[in-house]
């Protein structure tokens, strides 16, 4: 934090150097001019569980969470401008003790389910014409490294990040990532292993990463490296969008992500708009091949690709989705033909709300979903459902059986305060993971399911 104080004063001071004879209202009005803006969120979950794992093989676990953040950007003076913003989450009428799992969910809160709080965005903006350099904490939006906001408080970034819009329609990015600091979501994965780096977190620990930038490569495997560089492109016009990145994460691995979407209107009903979408992923190890310190080569050579099909109807729309990564022979560790994704990336069509098994080496996904909006009737208010089946292939390194997850989310953007989003989820996950051959007879077993969620959402 001492490090981006330092580098606002030495920013200011330059700004005030670069015209010594402008009036001191132009530089006290780039803060008189600045903008307030966050999110009050209320979080309350609650998931039955069976796990024939445990002494204690039936139990419900709950946790509440009031926080959200606080943020403020000033106006530009001179192409710069600053932001920075606060977020917080504390835990209320939580049973004790605290870091009893089966008794407290994890997911909303900090180490131990402690609250906790942390400046998440500090950066320094330079903006001219169609570029734009942003420079510290930050929030970050790409395939395979994101905020992944499913709880309390999503995932930050300390980045160089570059953009430009110059050719129409298209938008270029060139990154450097340095540091990445896990949101609380990241905590439903806190034994790291397998599941943990394809599920978008740690493959070491990530039950106490949260409130803290962490060094990206540390935090992925262990091992301090030299962080992520980024290049990416997208493109939109009309009905046709397109995205390719390649993510360079030193001494661990590259992936290039690349997808298309297109709709169009069908020719026998013009009220129905069909569309289509086709995404890829491609990883390989590079330089020491720093997933060898967690067992086998570090070796990595792994696709995914992934199709969705579907259509829109006025308020109605639904879809069909499918995919497949490459299977581990009995000689590869789990990490082999796996997709590492240890940075909040997860942009798979198949995901199910929690259940995240796509990534896993042969894994076979199959999704369908329908949404319903009720605005037309006098309340926006959106219904979704879905239900999805993973076919898990041998040496995958996580399940011996097959899983399925269903669930529900209902979205109320309410007409009686503004700016307030209630929001009831459910998921049911059958067989998310199931063992009868482990040496360690403590892993044998299987755990299901039955999870609700409300969330209150208030942005200003």
């Known amino acids: 934090?001492?490090?981006?104080?330092?580098?606002?004063?030495?920013?200011?001071?330059?700004?005030?150097?670069?015209?010594?004879?402008a009036d001191a209202d132009d530089i006290s009005s780039m803060f008189s001019d600045g903008k307030v803006s966050g999110q009050?969120?209320?979080?309350?979950?609650?998931?039955?569980?069976?796990?024939?794992?445990?002494?204690?093989?039936?139990?419900?676990?709950?946790?509440?969470?009031?926080?959200?953040?606080?943020?403020?950007?000033?106006?530009?003076?001179?192409?710069?401008?600053l932001g920075s913003a606060f977020y917080t989450t504390?835990?209320?009428?939580?049973?004790?003790?605290?870091?009893?799992?089966?008794?407290?969910?994890?997911?909303?809160l900090g180490k131990d389910n402690d609250s906790y709080s942390l400046l998440g965005e500090a950066y320094l903006q330079y903006?001219?014409?169609?570029?734009?350099?942003?420079?510290?904490?930050?929030?970050?939006?790409?395939?395979?490294?994101?905020?992944?906001?499913?709880?309390?408080?999503?995932?930050l970034f300390e980045a160089y990040l570059l953009t430009n819009t110059d050719i129409s329609n298209t938008t270029l990015i060139l990154a450097h990532v340095n540091k990445f600091a896990q949101g609380t979501f990241g905590r439903a994965y806190g034994a790291g292993g397998i599941l943990g780096v394809t599920s978008g977190y740690s493959a070491?620990?990530?039950?106490?990463?949260?409130?803290?930038?962490?060094?990206?490569?540390?935090?992925?495997?262990?091992?301090?490296?030299?962080?992520?560089?980024v290049v990416g492109a997208s493109y939109k016009n009309g009905a046709f969008k397109a995205q390719v990145w390649d993510y360079y994460a030193h001494d661990i691995l590259n992936?290039?992500?690349?997808?298309?979407?297109?709709?169009?209107?069908?020719?026998?009903?013009?009220?129905?708009?069909?569309?289509?979408?086709?995404?890829?992923?491609?990883?390989?190890?590079?330089?020491?091949?720093?997933?060898?310190?967690?067992?086998?080569?570090g070796e990595i050579n792994s696709f995914y690709y992934g199709?969705?099909?579907?259509?829109?109807?006025?308020?109605?729309?639904?879809y069909l989705a499918y995919s497949k990564t490459d299977e581990n022979s009995a000689t590869d560790t789990s990490y082999a033909n796996a997709i590492i994704s240890p940075w909040g990336g997860?942009?798979?069509?198949?995901?199910?709300?929690?259940?995240?098994?796509?990534?896993?080496?042969?894994?076979?996904?199959?999704?369908?979903?329908?949404?319903?909006?009720?605005?037309?009737?006098?309340?926006?208010?959106?219904?979704?459902?879905?239900?999805?089946?993973?076919?898990?292939?041998?040496?995958?390194?996580?399940?011996?059986?097959?899983?399925?997850?269903?669930?529900?989310?209902i979205i109320y953007n309410t007409d009686f305060m503004k700016n307030l989003q209630l929001r009831f989820r459910g998921n049911f996950a059958d067989d998310f993971y199931v063992k009868t051959t482990d040496v360690d007879v403590t892993k044998n077993g299987s755990v299901s399911w039955d999870e609700y969620r409300f969330i209150a959402n208030y942005s200003f």
């Not at 981006?4 to 004879?21: C, D, P, Q, R």
């Not at 049973?95 to 089966?102: G, I, N, Q, R």
């Not at 199709?307 to 639904?318: D, I, P, R, S, V």
């Open 127 to 155: 903006k001219l014409d169609n570029t734009t350099l942003k420079i510290g904490r930050q929030k970050l939006a790409t395939p395979l490294a994101g905020g992944d906001d499913a709880r309390m408080l999503p995932n």
């Open 255 to 297: 992936a290039i992500y690349a997808d298309a979407n297109f709709s169009w209107t069908c020719l026998l009903n013009d009220n129905i708009k069909p569309f289509a979408s086709a995404q890829i992923i491609s990883q390989n190890d590079v330089g020491d091949k720093l997933l060898k310190n967690l067992g086998g080569t």
């Open 346 to 409: 997860m942009p798979a069509y198949t995901q199910g709300m929690v259940t995240r098994h796509i990534f896993l080496a042969g894994t076979e996904a199959k999704k369908i979903a329908l949404s319903y909006n009720f605005k037309d009737m006098g309340a926006d208010v959106k219904v979704v459902a879905y239900h999805a089946t993973y076919e898990m292939a041998d040496n995958n390194g996580y399940t011996q059986a097959d899983a399925k997850e269903s669930g529900f989310d």
């Open 307 to 318: 199709l969705k099909l579907g259509a829109k109807l006025e308020n109605l729309t639904a």
């Open 1 to 21: 934090m001492k490090k981006y104080i330092a580098l606002s004063v030495v920013t200011f001071g330059l700004m005030s150097s670069v015209n010594v004879y």
């Open 204 to 229: 070491v620990d990530a039950s106490n990463r949260v409130g803290e930038f962490v060094n990206m490569g540390e935090y992925a495997v262990g091992t301090k490296t030299d962080g992520v560089t």
């Open 40 to 81: 009050i969120r209320e979080f309350s979950i609650s998931r039955s569980v069976d796990d024939s794992r445990l002494s204690k093989q039936d139990y419900t676990r709950k946790a509440n969470a009031i926080g959200g953040y606080l943020k403020f950007e000033t106006a530009n003076y001179n192409g710069f401008s």
């Open 90 to 108: 504390n835990g209320f009428l939580n049973d004790s003790p605290k870091d009893d799992y089966t008794q407290v969910d994890p997911t909303l």
